[in-house]
């Protein structure tokens, strides 16, 4: 089977996904994300769309979407911060969730309307899984299995660490051509894996449709290229959906603005492992093309970026939210944020690792921390600067 079918089913699949059972967030899951390390990463990008509403003319009425809300921490984090601007809140029509996974769609809803992972609510919902709930701000929450399905509204969407989760394609050049990579069983019994990554014998529907482009023609033989026409075709409804409703998206992921080679990875409890380790148990990603997200805009939409994470926190002042948190902080708390703090920003952490685009409507202002390459951030805080007078 293609590399693309094997990460569906063992991401997807109904009856045994990954993302299907719950929670694989957390210590105590495979991995952690930024808004589950600091509470800053989400107020800060709260902040970022509050900008880029009144950048797009403040409308009256803006939904506010998010692409695989994890646990809903990212959300709730944004939504905190807005709450603060009334004009932007009572501008918020409601909040819309693509999200595939009822398991994580409860979790969302119980962070995000406070209703117990037990309780079965069927208004507003169906046995089948939650589509619809009312948080106590008066706000409503609606979940959605595709983006297809969103209303016509203008929209501020955020994508965090959505896109490295969709399949991908794996070609490599041969001197005959590109080959797929396909995932094969392993004739030996004794195998540790079952599977095994093979090439195929000749060229597939995929190798013809994909890797047969002339961007790819300079590669020489032996190279890699991984291929993901799933993101290709969220990006394009993203930037259609904008184009016709306005409103403005910020994708967050790792990876570069040109990939080659090979960049598949299977994660278990916070520790690389093999991608065909224990199918359904192991969460499965790959870098994020950003370039080709950028060519699957068509140019409905302006593109900007990609830019650091670190340029992007530093931009909108998380030296100084950290500086607020520090002050009414307890001795114990402050080595928590300060490590928090290193881990979202330090180049050798998640800092350069992961990466920011961004899309809003055509000839609309550049949006903050994209203007251009930020100079190098002031020195992060250490312990020893948690004296300073604030304190």
């Not at 507003?124 to 619809?132: F, K, L, N, P, V």
């Not at 055509?362 to 805080?381: R, V």
Request: net charge negative.
């Amino acid at each position: 089977m293609s590399v693309s079918h094997f990460m569906r089913q063992v991401l997807v699949n109904p009856l045994s996904g990954y993302y299907m059972k719950g929670d694989v967030f957390g210590t105590q899951g495979d991995f952690i994300t930024s808004p589950e390390i600091s509470q800053m990463f989400g107020e800060l990008l709260g902040i970022w769309f509050l900008v880029q509403w009144q950048n797009i003319g403040k409308p009256s009425r803006v939904q506010i979407v998010e692409l695989g809300p994890g646990r809903g921490t990212l959300m709730m984090d944004m939504l905190r911060a807005a709450s603060r601007f009334k004009e932007f809140r009572k501008a918020i029509s409601g909040i819309h969730l693509v999200e595939a996974s009822p398991g994580l769609r409860k979790m969302q809803r119980q962070t995000l309307c406070g209703i117990p992972l037990s309780e079965e609510q069927f208004e507003g919902g169906s046995r089948e899984g939650i589509t619809a709930a009312m948080r106590p701000d008066g706000l409503q929450i609606s979940w959605h299995d595709v983006f297809d399905d969103l209303p016509d509204e203008c929209s501020l969407i955020v994508a965090h660490e959505f896109f490295d989760a969709l399949p991908i394609y794996k070609f490599e050049k041969t001197d005959e051509g590109w080959r797929e990579l396909v995932v094969d069983l392993e004739e030996d019994p004794a195998s540790t894996y079952h599977f095994r990554f093979v090439l195929a014998p000749g060229p597939t529907q995929a190798s013809r449709a994909f890797a047969e482009h002339p961007a790819y023609d300079h590669f020489k033989t032996g190279d890699r290229i991984e291929i993901s026409p799933d993101s290709f075709r969220v990006a394009h409804d993203m930037a259609k959906h904008m184009n016709k409703n306005g409103g403005s998206a910020l994708i967050v992921d790792y990876g570069k603005d040109y990939i080659q080679g090979d960049t598949l990875r299977g994660i278990h409890k916070h520790k690389f492992t093999h991608v065909l380790t224990e199918p359904g148990k192991v969460d499965l990603s790959a870098d994020v093309d950003f370039n080709y997200l950028k060519q699957a805009t068509d140019e409905l939409v302006d593109c900007h970026g990609s830019v650091t994470q670190a340029h992007l926190l530093h931009s909108l002042g998380i030296g100084a939210r950290l500086d607020m948190l520090l002050a009414k902080a307890s001795v114990q708390r402050r080595e928590g944020l300060i490590s928090s703090y290193h881990r979202l920003v330090d180049p050798k952490e998640m800092g350069n690792v992961y990466r920011v685009m961004a899309m809003t409507p055509l000839g609309s202002p550049t949006p903050i921390a994209f203007e251009s390459q930020a100079p190098p951030p002031p020195p992060p805080p250490t312990p020893s600067t948690t004296t300073s007078s604030k304190l």
